[in-house]
C-alpha cells in the first residue's frame, strides 16, 4: 500500500490531468464560436480534432481513478473525491461533445450563412465557457460557495436559448422556405443550452464533494 505522501502525489496528478482536459474544452468551445463567426472552416477541423484528445484524457483519469480505488481502498473524504473524479470527466467529455456540435454549426454558417445575428448563440457560447472555467476552478479548489454561483448563471443561457428560438421562429413565418437551416440552428441552440446544464452538473459534483450532499442546483 502507497503511503499518503504517494497518495496525494497521485491526487495531485489526477487535478493536473482533469485541468488539462478542462482547459482543452473550454478553449475548444471558444475556438468554435470564433469559427462559427468567422466562418473559419479549418478552426473548426481543429476543435474536432481536439475532442479525440479529450476523449484520451478522460480514458487516462478514468483508469488513473479505477487503479487508486482498487488498491488503496479510499474512504470518506478521498472516495468521495475521487468519485467525483469520475463524474467530473464524464461532464467534461459530454461538454466536449457540445462544443463539436458548435463546430459543425459553423461550417454550415460557413458554407450557407444565416442573414440574421447570431449574437445570441455567441453569448450562450461564451457564457456557458466561463460557467465551466470557473466550476473548474471550484472542483480544484474545493470551493461549494463558488460552484452553487456558478450555477445560476444557467439562468442566462436558458434565457438566451429561449429568446433565439423566438427570433427563428418569427425568421420562419417569414421565410418558410428555410425551415431547414431553422431547424439546424435550433438544435446548435439547443446544444449550447444543454451544455450549461452539464456545467451545472459539475457545480453539483463538486457540492458533492466537498459537502457529501446530493444537491440540485438551479433546478
Do not use: W
Not at 459530454?94 to 456540435?101: L, P, Q, S, T
Amino acid at each position: 500500500m502507497i503511503t499518503r505522501i504517494q497518495f496525494n502525489e497521485e491526487l495531485t496528478r489526477l487535478h493536473h490531468d482533469i485541468l488539462s482536459m478542462g482547459t482543452r474544452v473550454e478553449n475548444d468551445i471558444l475556438k468554435a464560436l470564433d469559427a462559427l463567426r468567422s466562418g473559419d472552416i479549418d478552426l473548426a477541423k481543429e476543435v474536432k480534432a481536439s475532442d479525440q484528445l479529450v476523449n484520451a484524457l478522460q480514458l487516462k483519469i478514468e483508469d488513473q481513478v479505477a487503479v487508486l480505488i482498487a488498491t488503496q481502498q479510499p474512504v470518506a473524504r478521498d472516495l468521495r473525491e475521487l468519485v467525483t473524479m469520475l463524474k467530473f470527466t464524464d461532464q467534461l467529455e459530454r461538454i466536449g461533445d457540445y462544443a463539436v456540435h458548435l463546430a459543425k454549426a459553423a461550417k454550415r454558417q460557413a458554407e450557407a450563412p444565416y442573414p440574421r445575428s447570431l449574437e445570441r448563440l455567441a453569448v450562450m457560447a461564451r457564457t456557458g465557457s466561463a460557467m465551466l472555467h470557473d466550476a473548474i476552478a471550484a472542483f480544484l479548489s474545493r470551493d461549494e460557495a463558488l460552484a452553487r454561483v456558478t450555477a445560476t448563471r444557467d439562468d442566462e443561457i436558458d434565457a438566451n436559448h429561449k429568446a433565439f428560438i423566438k427570433e427563428l421562429l418569427d425568421y420562419l413565418r417569414e421565410y418558410p422556405d428555410q425551415a431547414v437551416q431553422a431547424t439546424k440552428l435550433i438544435a446548435t441552440s439547443g446544444y449550447l443550452e444543454r451544455l450549461g446544464d452539464h456545467v451545472t452538473n459539475l457545480c453539483e459534483c463538486v457540492v458533492y464533494m466537498v459537502s457529501g450532499a446530493h444537491a440540485e442546483l438551479n433546478d
